[in-house]
């Protein structure tokens, strides 16, 4: 709830109020505890506080619970107690529903999500096909070879082409790019079927999502909640980490710096935070700390969701200014250290012992510390957390479809458009060698019927056009639509031309 201009988001045991500060909102912030703990409550009261601020949102849903956040909310006697224990009624409170957006990689239980093969870019695309580092570097001349090229890679059967054009044209290709071992390449194309497999003839593809779309508010002026139902997504744990980090990557890369903003441009929830970062290579959790550390010019508060704080790499937890700590059990030494650990990543108070208060925190109880007005982080406090105005638990079939179907986002992404791309590229020109070696060898046997031999100028000049054509064909390949796919594939993708740094997470800035 809204306060004074204020987050409220808790009570302590004495009644009094716990804010979050909106202009320390985008300071980042941890919610953990083991399951069953409440965390999923202070993930909706969260959302539905920073949408009442005008704030727009996004969270990945894994067991639909968060959708509940479309309908409105109901009395009970445990709510009914809730209220009057918060003096809530005083406050404001009514049980109500909150804009959302649904967001699904399949386009069955929410508004399709999509991106192209470009956009996610060969670092993240390693990681969610499991590549060694051979694998990954070829990946990399991959697209370094698409970018040279203006061969644009919306989908996996684009991804495919050029690795296959790689292939054929190792050999014209080597000295520019190295040598490519037909071996590893057909290693990464099995891989790349693999993916396909598991959805990414899915949710590679256009028309991908355009960021902006996640900025909206209603008629009142409540941010809207996007939610990414990943109740199908969350079976394949690399591609759910990996997906939910080209989301926070885009929203870097496409947003300008705003510096110290009085409230947050967008909060964004990752949830299951450990699949992220369970085996992840050294160079790509470098990656993700500075995007952590950097993002916040950018306006956009990053909220951490696990079970334990030791989930996240330490230059991660270092930089959440607003903790949210539910109850953790230890019943094993691992789980102790656990605890004495999420115990010292507190500002100690001297009223209570922290470590023994988490490990007997009951449901809806949590230890906090929030940054005040100067970004120092408060002495932890025992607090309870306020209840929802909306639904607990998942919102309905019917209710999901009506919020889908409603959305004027939802015909825009709805359908698949299939552009002309590397696949279609590739394919022409491959054509116009085939066509073009036919009639030369046409014309070099009519030649020789005649009593002509290969000594003939036009005969000769043809095998030299020909022969050449093969080691040109990926500085031709271009030119081979008439000379303007550059232009055109920017017009449908807006993906293509790019330099191979790809920002931070190596995917394409858009030009």
């Known amino acids: 709830m809204i306060k004074d201009e204020k987050i409220w988001i808790a009570n302590t045991q004495n009644g009094e109020n716990v804010f979050i500060q909106p202009k320390m909102a985008n300071r980042h912030g941890l919610i953990a505890g083991a399951t069953g703990t409440g965390k999923t409550v ?12 005008g704030v727009p949102v996004f969270i990945a849903d894994v067991k639909g619970d968060v959708s509940g956040l479309l309908q409105t909310g109901s009395s009970s006697p445990d709510m009914d107690s809730r209220i009057k224990k918060f003096g809530l009624d005083d406050a404001g409170f009514s049980f109500c529903s909150y804009p959302v957006a649904l967001w699904d990689l399949t386009g069955k239980k929410g508004i399709k999500l999509r991106t192209t093969v470009s956009e996610m870019g060969p670092l993240l695309l390693s990681r969610i096909m499991k590549l060694n580092e051979l694998q990954s570097d070829l990946l990399t001349i991959c697209f370094q070879i698409a970018d040279d090229n203006d061969l644009l890679m919306v989908d996996t059967k684009d991804l495919k082409a050029v690795l296959n054009y790689m292939n054929e044209n190792s050999k014209d290709l ?28 899915t949710f590679f593809g256009e028309p991908s999502l355009k960021i902006e779309d996640w900025f909206a508010t209603d008629s009142q002026g409540r941010g809207v909640i996007n939610i990414l ?3 199908s997504l969350i079976n394949d744990t690399r591609l759910y980490s990996t997906f939910l980090l080209w989301m926070l990557s885009e929203l870097f890369e496409n947003l ?37 550390k950097l993002v916040r010019s950018k306006g956009i508060g990053v909220y ?35 605890l004495k650990a999420a115990a010292q990543s507190f500002r100690s108070n001297p009223e209570f012992n922290t470590e023994e208060v988490i490990q007997n925190l009951g449901i809806g109880e949590a230890i906090v510390s929030f940054l005040d007005e100067n970004g120092v982080p408060g002495v932890c406090q025992k607090v309870n957390i306020l209840p929802p105005q909306s639904k607990i638990g998942p919102a ?12 004027s986002l939802y015909e825009k992404y709805k359908n698949d458009v ?12 491959k054509k116009q060698q085939e066509e073009a070696s036919a009639k030369s060898s046409a014309s070099t046997s009519g030649a020789a019927k005649k009593g002509g031999t ?40 807006g993906n293509i031309g790019a330099s191979l740094g790809r920002g931070l997470l190596s995917t394409l800035f858009k030009i």
């Open 418 to 429: 299939d552009p002309l791309s590397a696949y279609e590229t590739l394919s022409q020109a």
């Open 396 to 407: 309905d079939a019917i209710a999901r479809d009506s919020c889908m179907r409603s959305n």
């Open 454 to 493: 290969s000594k003939s100028p036009l005969a000769k000049s043809r095998r030299r056009a020909t022969s050449s054509m093969g080691s040109s064909l990926g500085r031709e390949v271009g030119k081979a639509l008439g000379g303007n796919f550059g232009s055109l594939g920017k017009k449908i993708g």
């Open 42 to 53: 202070t993930l909706k009261v969260l959302c539905e506080s920073f949408s009442d601020m």
């Open 174 to 201: 080597a000295a520019d790019y190295g040598n490519i071992s037909s071996q590893s390449i057909a290693a990464i194309v099995r891989a790349v079927v693999a993916l396909e497999i598991a959805g990414g003839k």
């Open 256 to 292: 300008p710096e705003v510096g110290d903003a009085q409230k947050p441009k967008m909060v964004f929830f990752f949830d299951e935070v450990h699949l992220l970062f369970n085996d992840a290579p050294k160079a790509l959790l470098e990656k993700i700390e500075q995007v952590v």
């Open 304 to 338: 951490f969701c696990t079970q334990n704080p030791r989930d996240i790499t330490d230059g991660v937890l270092s930089q959440l200014g607003n903790k949210i700590q539910h109850g953790l059990h230890a019943y094993t030494p691992a789980d102790q250290k656990a």
């Open 229 to 231: 139902d990943s109740s």
